[in-house]
Structures are given as C-alpha cells and as structure tokens.
C-alpha cells in the first residue's frame, strides 16, 4: 500500500510555507505523491482574488521540479463550494489500493471539529498535523478531544488515524504575500521565481488590482 499525501488550500497564491512542510512530511512519512489541491470556492474563508485558472497555473510552476508533487483540480473542475469529504471520496475513489493522509498546520486542526463530516474525512484518510518544533499539538478544545480518540503513534494501513509532525513552518502567508504586492515591495525569497514571474506577467494582487 502507498501513501498519498493531500495537501489543500486556497493557494492564493502558493509559496514556500506550503512547499517545504509538505515535501518534509513526504519525506518523514514516506509518501509515494503530494496532490495540490487548491479548492474552488472555500466555505470559511473569502472568494480568493486570483482566478483558479491563475492558481492552478501558479502551482504547477511552483511543483515543476518536484516530480512526487502533482496538480489535482478536482475542486476546480467541480466548482462551488468545495468540501474536503467530498474530494477525499473522489480520490479514494481513484486511489482504491492506496491510503490518504491528509495534511494541516495546527491552526486548521484547531477548527477541525467544525469541518463539514469531519468523521466522514476519517472515514477517508488519515491526518498529519504539521506543527513548528517545540509547539504542541492543540488539545484544548474539541479538535484536540478528536486528536486523543484518534492519535496514532505511526501509520498503519487502516483509516482514521492522527498522527504530528514537527516541520518547518515558515513565518510566510499568502495574505502577507499579497501585502507586499499591493505596496509594490520585493517578494523574492518568499515563493518560487517561477511564480514571482507569473504574478508579474498578470498583475496579481497589485495596487491597482485590490
């Protein structure tokens, strides 16, 4: 059995505190890919400003030279709103032999308990919670009560478990990002070249864009 590592988000747009925690944990874990998918419209966030054709494009530039990390457009290509217990169906669908691990940063699994059949995604996959070093895991509320029910200290083939991992978590967001953009500051070292340029080419996210 392979592990499939799915890595969601509206990616809006992509930068390097989405690549380097992802490719640590396919490392640490193991994992055969790491599929992108960025979601059409997301339910507790705002509609994002760049296009999901312009997002799309942006993350396959930003993976070009990761092979194991592939574009997957499900929720693009479903539109609407886009919840993650209807992608991972899909995907299992697709991925009958093989076991998702479904990947989030503490701040999302702090809200995991109010996801959309957030045990039907349990159901489905399994969960990595990627953390910095030396920060715990949030336990303090109705996610963490999900964490002890469900934390496992390794992955096994089975569905359902919860495991962390300490990565490197860049002090990096897409909404920092954009900052920048909007007062026509440097963005270099915070994303790929590749992705610097497209933003450029497009005009993303400048002053007069907003």
Known sequence: MNFIGINGGTFDPVHYGHLRPAL???????????????CY???HRNQPQATAQQRCEMIERAIEQQP??????FEIEQGGASYMVQTLAALKARFMQDSLVLMMGTDAFAKFHTWHDWAGILNLANLVVMHRPN??????????QIYQAHYAGQLTERNGQ????????????????????KRGDAVDYLLPPSVANFIEQQDL??????
């Open 68 to 73: 194991t990390f592939r574009l997957e457009t």
């Open 135 to 144: 920060e715990p895991v949030p336990i303090d509320c109705e996610s963490g």
């Open 205 to 210: 996210y400048s002053k007069s864009n907003s």
């Open 41 to 43: 419209q997301p339910v």
């Open 162 to 181: 919860i495991v962390e991992m300490a990565v490197t978590q860049l002090d990096i967001s897409s909404t920092l990002i954009k900052e920048h953009l």
């Open 24 to 38: 640590e944990v396919q490392q640490q874990l193991g994992l055969q890919q790491v599929l992108f998918v960025p």
